[in-house]
Nanobody, 126 residues
Framework: QVQLVESGGGLVQAGGSLRLSCAAS????????MGWFRQAPGKEREFVAA????????DYVNSVKGRFTISRDNAKNTVYLQMNSLKPEDTAVYYC???????????????????WGQGTQVTVSS
Protein backbone atom coordinates (compact mmCIF):
# COMPACT_ATOMS: atom_id res chain seq x y z
CA GLN A 1 0.00 0.00 0.00
CA VAL A 2 1.53 3.26 -1.15
CA GLN A 3 1.54 6.05 1.41
CA LEU A 4 2.67 9.64 0.93
CA VAL A 5 3.02 12.03 3.85
CA GLU A 6 3.74 15.71 3.26
CA SER A 7 5.23 18.13 5.76
CA GLY A 8 6.80 21.55 5.86
CA GLY A 9 3.91 23.83 5.06
CA GLY A 10 3.17 26.97 7.04
CA LEU A 11 2.69 30.72 7.02
CA VAL A 12 5.39 32.86 5.43
CA GLN A 13 5.66 36.44 4.26
CA ALA A 14 5.95 37.28 0.60
CA GLY A 15 9.53 36.86 -0.56
CA GLY A 16 10.18 34.14 1.97
CA SER A 17 11.01 30.46 1.55
CA LEU A 18 9.65 27.09 2.58
CA ARG A 19 10.74 23.53 1.90
CA LEU A 20 8.12 20.87 1.59
CA SER A 21 8.92 17.20 2.11
CA CYS A 22 7.01 14.11 1.10
CA ALA A 23 7.93 10.76 2.61
CA ALA A 24 6.86 7.73 0.63
CA SER A 25 6.42 4.12 1.67
CA UNK A 26 4.89 0.92 0.41
CA UNK A 27 6.92 0.23 -2.72
CA UNK A 28 10.30 0.86 -4.35
CA UNK A 29 10.43 4.63 -4.35
CA UNK A 30 13.19 4.98 -6.93
CA UNK A 31 11.13 3.29 -9.65
CA UNK A 32 8.53 6.04 -9.96
CA UNK A 33 8.06 9.61 -11.03
CA MET A 34 7.02 12.01 -8.30
CA GLY A 35 5.06 15.22 -8.61
CA TRP A 36 3.83 18.19 -6.63
CA PHE A 37 0.43 19.73 -7.20
CA ARG A 38 -1.47 22.52 -5.47
CA GLN A 39 -5.03 23.65 -5.03
CA ALA A 40 -6.02 27.14 -4.01
CA PRO A 41 -9.47 27.90 -2.57
CA GLY A 42 -12.09 27.92 -5.29
CA LYS A 43 -9.65 26.79 -7.95
CA GLU A 44 -8.84 23.58 -9.75
CA ARG A 45 -5.87 21.53 -8.64
CA GLU A 46 -2.84 22.38 -10.76
CA PHE A 47 0.47 20.76 -11.56
CA VAL A 48 3.50 22.42 -9.98
CA ALA A 49 6.54 20.23 -10.58
CA ALA A 50 7.63 16.70 -11.39
CA UNK A 51 10.83 14.70 -11.18
CA UNK A 52 11.96 11.54 -12.90
CA UNK A 53 12.89 8.34 -11.10
CA UNK A 54 16.59 9.12 -10.79
CA UNK A 55 16.09 12.85 -10.36
CA UNK A 56 17.94 13.63 -13.57
CA UNK A 57 14.94 15.34 -15.19
CA UNK A 58 12.58 17.91 -13.74
CA ASP A 59 9.59 19.82 -15.03
CA TYR A 60 7.77 22.90 -13.72
CA VAL A 61 4.72 24.97 -14.39
CA ASN A 62 5.78 28.31 -15.85
CA SER A 63 4.59 30.32 -12.86
CA VAL A 64 7.16 28.72 -10.51
CA LYS A 65 10.16 28.34 -12.82
CA GLY A 66 13.23 29.96 -11.31
CA ARG A 67 11.64 30.06 -7.85
CA PHE A 68 10.82 26.43 -6.99
CA THR A 69 13.11 23.41 -7.11
CA ILE A 70 11.98 19.81 -6.94
CA SER A 71 14.46 17.18 -5.80
CA ARG A 72 14.48 13.69 -4.39
CA ASP A 73 16.57 11.50 -2.13
CA ASN A 74 15.96 7.90 -3.13
CA ALA A 75 17.92 6.62 -0.15
CA LYS A 76 15.42 8.37 2.12
CA ASN A 77 12.32 7.71 -0.01
CA THR A 78 11.61 11.43 0.06
CA VAL A 79 10.82 14.12 -2.48
CA TYR A 80 11.25 17.81 -1.73
CA LEU A 81 9.93 21.09 -3.04
CA GLN A 82 12.11 24.07 -2.22
CA MET A 83 10.05 27.22 -2.66
CA ASN A 84 11.81 30.58 -2.77
CA SER A 85 10.58 34.11 -3.49
CA LEU A 86 7.10 33.09 -2.47
CA LYS A 87 4.16 35.17 -3.61
CA PRO A 88 0.64 35.47 -2.19
CA GLU A 89 -0.65 33.65 -5.29
CA ASP A 90 1.36 30.59 -4.21
CA THR A 91 -1.06 30.16 -1.30
CA ALA A 92 -2.65 26.71 -1.61
CA VAL A 93 -2.75 23.21 -0.24
CA TYR A 94 0.23 21.38 -1.72
CA TYR A 95 0.04 17.68 -2.49
CA CYS A 96 2.67 15.21 -3.53
CA UNK A 97 1.69 12.40 -5.82
CA UNK A 98 3.12 9.46 -7.68
CA UNK A 99 2.11 7.34 -10.63
CA UNK A 100 0.51 3.94 -10.39
CA UNK A 101 2.90 2.39 -12.89
CA UNK A 102 6.48 2.88 -13.96
CA UNK A 103 6.61 5.56 -16.60
CA UNK A 104 8.93 5.78 -19.57
CA UNK A 105 9.65 8.55 -22.02
CA UNK A 106 7.48 11.63 -21.80
CA UNK A 107 6.19 13.21 -18.62
CA UNK A 108 3.19 11.60 -16.95
CA UNK A 109 -0.13 13.28 -17.48
CA UNK A 110 -1.92 14.54 -14.38
CA UNK A 111 -4.35 11.64 -14.74
CA UNK A 112 -1.47 9.19 -14.37
CA UNK A 113 -0.86 10.23 -10.78
CA UNK A 114 -2.80 7.67 -8.77
CA UNK A 115 -1.48 8.04 -5.24
CA TRP A 116 -1.76 11.25 -3.27
CA GLY A 117 -0.73 12.59 0.10
CA GLN A 118 -3.06 14.36 2.47
CA GLY A 119 -1.72 17.81 1.60
CA THR A 120 0.06 20.56 3.49
CA GLN A 121 -1.13 24.15 3.69
CA VAL A 122 1.13 26.92 2.42
CA THR A 123 0.00 30.47 3.14
CA VAL A 124 1.91 33.48 1.85
CA SER A 125 1.01 36.83 3.34
CA SER A 126 1.51 40.08 1.48
Amino acid sequence: QVQLVESGGGLVQAGGSLRLSCAASGRTFSYYYMGWFRQAPGKEREFVAAISESGARTDYVNSVKGRFTISRDNAKNTVYLQMNSLKPEDTAVYYCATTAIRWGGSWPTSAAYAYWGQGTQVTVSS
